[in-house]
């Protein structure tokens, strides 16, 4: 079906919004086909091994409607989104459109009926105009040449028609991360979806962009559009969403409307049990510095420059944050600080010590613990075993080793002290990393980071894709370790993590520190704000001499 | 990627893989096989010609004591230069140069053995050192390359490969070269007395026990000690090594320098052992055929030595093949080719027997990366 016919609709998106508050969808019957459904799972089934990613699942959306899709990481979410979007296959159930029956068994085919989806991680070539990646795969042309001139004006209208703000001949690269969003949107609508399945869409956006975001949901959402908006964020589900459904383990457990549900109530459907959405702490006692950077600058991977001068100190005793979009040099600056990147300039003290011409490992050795942005690439080695990976920067040492020689009963020791101490769960110490949970997966590091000689900790985002249960534990150790007299940095693009367990915060913006608050006194729009570049008297037009603006930095 | 243990879950998958892609190579080259034999008045000959030419190859590799012998002498090198290329793919590196590698360690060996008057008891290890040594700087100079400038292994070894076979040229037409007016072949002199290894039976020399030993240290290495850690750290994610404090570069140079050495044991025990001099175009293709021996062995130790055995029995039961059916023995090569055809591309084999995906079992289907291609086992970082 082409998007023009799509939304032509008589059913204006108050009725529908009306008809869905008044009748939630009773997960798990559902006989004969609901024709005022447009997408419908039913009853979906689907087994990884031992492992059910999803229990008999019965999901469905209605023309106009967003449905808040919620759950912690493993609770069958991606899962459910592969199979709707045709990229995997259910062992048992069936997907209904419209009320009939359809097999998915490529992307294409969900495209061709109407699903569209926007990945986490966006699928775009960024050396490409909007148009041409819009174009790609679906190439118009003329006498075998393409014909972007059409795919431009077709752009132009769908973002004139939605409200979506991108230039059709603008090059993706140059565009900040909330533009290649409503790119990778328009790429949907472009193909006719009727459905538009957003996976985290906010993971990548500061406050403001989100907001902008769920601007063009709901304009969409108005004009007769399915949303399926995943996410695992309390907040913004409650402001979007017309219907919330929430998974854990695999299955549907609940179906709320945003009016009759709190963040507090979502979080214990998610987890199974109340949690501790604010970290319990006292105020900190800062005592001598133990990080002290003095006008750092750092290369970004293209040649640019990704840290600019920055300069900061964090205490034993006090956990700093720095907030900030993706991308604004805070990768960079934590690679520094763990000596996995050379500084550029500036100096940088660890422990009292000049850390200049130290290794990772003599860093380590000198009491600094270093929990890395991407568990997968930088944290675990995924084959090895869990006890290999808790003792992963440890080895070498005795009793671990004795003169060269790797001791696996020593080994097997630590790590089954560790997978209790930390609450891992795994079947054993023996088992590949990389059959656990995100969240056991990030257990898994903290536990090998926090549990020796700890005097300095670097914390990137620690809780990225972990589970809420997972993440209340996370912050529970890190304001432990604080209490233990270490000092904390903690990097993180989630503001209510910072806002919830950080006592100064700072906000990076574009390789620089443009503001500090004190975390009591912080609040989200006010981070928000010095995020995007704006308020606050240190900014101001950007640096001179700044790195290209399309390597590394998207936020305009 | 698959959980790399041996010890801790030994899957049946890891060992059935190689075994159903060595039985379809062979059903293929049957048909190959019954296709390229001889026929009788015009029409082809039926099945039992096919199951009568594996017989004899059979026969020719396993069927008297000579041919166990010959089939075990062949087995030795294969085992050195499988595990020089097997370490370097643990530690991500492809390693496309034992070929030259057992090259130079062959004519450094035969230097030493004709050139210096030493005892006895300290020659063999000698010579045998020399071959190590060459062979070690030989894969060392990629290592060198790569930590220096980051040139990839794959292009620089094979780039050595040609250095090596070039220097042997020379070396073996010129300074080296045998000037007994006997002589009329690009060789060296043959080695001292000396500077042989002895016979274990008649026939048979002392490098298979050699082979043993260092099979076991190799697996030592690669799987009990903190370098060998440090190593599969490095193969498995250099990023993650790095993060733990490995000296990434450093790890990987020694990878390749080690990975050379055994293949230059490789060319000094054919020298110390069979041919007690090095001859120009003698042991060609043993290192090319020890990417496939690593390969088809999972890069494992027991794997390497298994492949081993298998690539030594096809090479020397082919002349018995190729005796009682008129069928060329580079049918061999076909079938070799074949086999790891099938290794390398394991879905289609999977495919064929409908054995399930290796990781649906292991992988916990939510995490994000799960969803991108896993690097391979053995390229990851080559």
Redesign the interface.
């Known amino acids: 079906m082409s998007p023009i016919e799509s939304h032509e609709r008589t059913t204006t998106p108050n009725d529908l919004r009306q008809s869905a508050r008044s009748a939630p969808i009773p997960s798990g019957t559902r006989g004969t086909g609901d024709p005022t459904f447009l997408l419908e799972a039913r009853h979906l089934t689907?087994r990884?091994?031992?492992?059910i990613?999803n229990r008999d699942v019965s999901f469905a959306v209605r023309p106009g409607e967003i449905v808040a899709l919620l759950g912690e990481?493993?609770?069958?979410?991606?899962?459910l989104m592969n199979v709707l979007y045709g990229m995997t296959v259910p062992d048992a159930g069936e997907l209904a459109i419209d009320g009939k029956v359809v097999r998915l068994r490529s992307p294409r085919d969900a495209l061709a009926r109407g699903i569209g989806m926007v990945h986490?991680h966006f699928m775009l070539v960024p050396p490409f105009t909007v148009a041409e990646n819009v174009a790609l795969g679906n190439e118009p042309s003329r006498r075998g040449a393409i014909d972007i001139a059409t795919v431009e004006a077709r752009v132009a209208s769908l973002a004139s028609r939605f409200g979506i703000d991108v230039d059709p001949r603008a090059i993706v690269r140059d565009l900040s991360v909330g533009q290649q969003q409503r790119v990778e949107i328009v790429k949907a609508l472009d193909r006719g979806a009727r459905v538009l399945i957003l996976d985290e869409p906010t993971a990548v956006l500061t406050p403001q962009e989100a907001e902008g975001l769920f601007r063009v949901l709901r304009g969409l959402a108005a004009d007769g559009t399915a949303i399926v908006f995943i996410s695992h964020k309390l907040g913004e589900v409650l402001s979007l969403a017309h219907r919330i459904v929430v998974m854990r383990r695999g299955a549907v457990v609940g179906e709320v409307l945003p009016e009759d549900a709190t963040a507090e109530s979502l979080a214990a459907m998610m987890v199974g049990r109340e949690v501790m959405l604010r970290v319990d702490k006292s105020p900190s006692t800062p005592t001598e510095d133990r990080i002290v950077v003095r006008d750092l600058r750092v290369a970004g991977d293209h040649g640019g420059v990704a840290v600019d001068g920055v300069s900061f100190a964090v205490r034993a005793g006090e956990i700093v944050g720095i907030a900030g979009v993706q991308g604004n040099g805070q990768t960079e600056l934590v690679e520094a600080i763990?000596g996995?990147r050379p500084t550029a300039g500036g100096t940088l003290s660890l422990v009292g010590v000049e850390a200049h011409g130290l290794?990772?490992?003599a860093r380590?050795m000198a009491g600094l613990a270093?929990v890395?942005e991407d568990r997968?690439?930088?944290?675990?080695?995924?084959?090895?075993?869990v006890a290999?990976n808790l003792v992963?920067?440890r080895?070498?040492l005795p009793p671990l080793?004795q003169r060269?020689?790797?001791q696996a009963r020593a080994i097997v020791a630590v790590a089954r002290d560790l997978v209790a101490r930390f609450d891992i769960r795994t079947p054993s110490p023996?088992?590949?990393v990389?059959?656990?949970?995100?969240g056991n997966?990030q257990k898994v590091i903290i536990a090998r980071e926090l549990s020796h000689g700890l005097r300095a900790l670097v914390a990137a985002q620690p809780t990225r894709?972990v589970d809420v249960g997972s993440i209340e534990f996370i912050h529970r150790s890190l304001v432990d370790a604080r209490d233990a007299g270490a000092a904390v940095l903690v990097v993180s693009a989630e503001l209510d993590e910072l806002l919830s367990i950080a006592d100064r915060i700072l906000v990076m913006y574009r390789g620089r520190i443009v503001g500090e608050v004190p975390g009591s006194e912080a609040t989200r729009e006010g981070i928000g704000l010095f995020m995007a570049g704006g308020g606050g008297a240190t900014q101001g037009s950007p640096p001179a001499g700044f790195a290209r603006e399309d390597d590394v930095h998207y936020v305009n | 990627?698959?959980?790399?243990?041996p010890g801790?879950?030994v899957r049946l998958d890891a060992v059935l893989v190689p075994v159903l892609a060595i039985a379809t190579a062979l059903a293929l080259g049957g048909v190959i096989l019954w296709a390229a034999g001889p026929r009788f008045e015009g029409s082809y000959l039926g099945i039992g010609f096919v199951a009568e030419a594996y017989l004899s190859l059979l026969e020719g590799a396993f069927g008297s004591r000579a041919a166990i012998v010959d089939t075990t002498l062949r087995t030795v090198p294969y085992v050195f230069s499988g595990l020089a290329v097997m370490l370097a793919f643990r530690g991500g590196l492809f390693n496309i140069g034992a070929e030259g590698q057992l090259t130079v360690g062959a004519l450094a060996a035969a230097w030493a053995g004709f050139s210096l008057d030493l005892p006895a008891i300290i020659h063999l290890p000698v010579v045998l050192a020399a071959g190590c040594l060459a062979g070690a700087v030989w894969g060392g100079v990629a290592g060198l390359l790569k930590a220096r400038t980051g040139a990839h292994e794959v292009i620089t070894t094979i780039m050595l490969n040609y250095i090596g076979g070039q220097l042997a040229s020379y070396l073996l037409n010129g300074p080296l070269r045998d000037r007994s007016p006997l002589n009329v072949i690009a060789q060296t002199p043959k080695i001292a007395e000396g500077a042989r290894l002895p016979d274990l039976l008649p026939g048979l020399h002392a490098g298979v026990l050699l082979a043993g030993i260092v099979a076991m240290v190799t697996w030592f290495i690669v799987w009990?000690?903190?370098?060998g850690?440090e190593l599969?750290?490095v193969g498995?994610?250099a990023?993650?090594?790095?993060?733990?404090?490995?000296?990434v570069v450093r790890r990987m140079t020694w990878a390749l320098g080690v990975s050379g050495l055994l293949a230059g044991l490789a060319g000094a025990v054919q020298v110390a052992g069979v041919n007690y001099r090095s001859t120009l175009g003698f042991n060609i293709g043993y290192g090319f055929d020890s990417i496939a021996i690593a390969l088809l062995g999972r890069n494992t130790v027991s794997g390497v030595v298994l492949s081993s055995v298998l690539f030594a029995a096809l090479r020397t039961g082919a002349t018995k093949l190729q005796f009682r059916t008129q069928v060329s023995a580079d049918i061999i090569s076909v079938i070799q080719a074949l086999v790891l055809l099938l290794v390398a591309a394991e879905q289609i084999v999977r495919w064929l027997y409908r054995l399930r995906a290796a990781d649906?079992?292991?992988?916990?289907?939510?995490?994000?990366?799960t969803?991108a291609i896993p690097p391979s086992?053995a390229g990851g970082e080559g």
Request: no cysteine.
């Open positions: 689907k990884y091994g031992p492992v990613a990481n493993g609770a069958g979410k991606s899962t986490q763990s996995l290794d990772v490992r380590s270093h890395p997968q690439r930088h944290g675990l080695v995924l084959p090895f075993s290999d992963l920067n080895y070498h080793a060269g020689v790797r023996e088992v590949p990389q059959a656990l949970s995100g997966k894709g | 990627m698959p959980p790399e243990r801790a879950v009990k000690t903190t370098t850690f599969r750290m498995a994610n990023d993650a090594a790095a993060y733990a404090g490995v000296n649906a079992v292991t992988q916990a289907p939510e995490d994000g990366a969803a086992p």
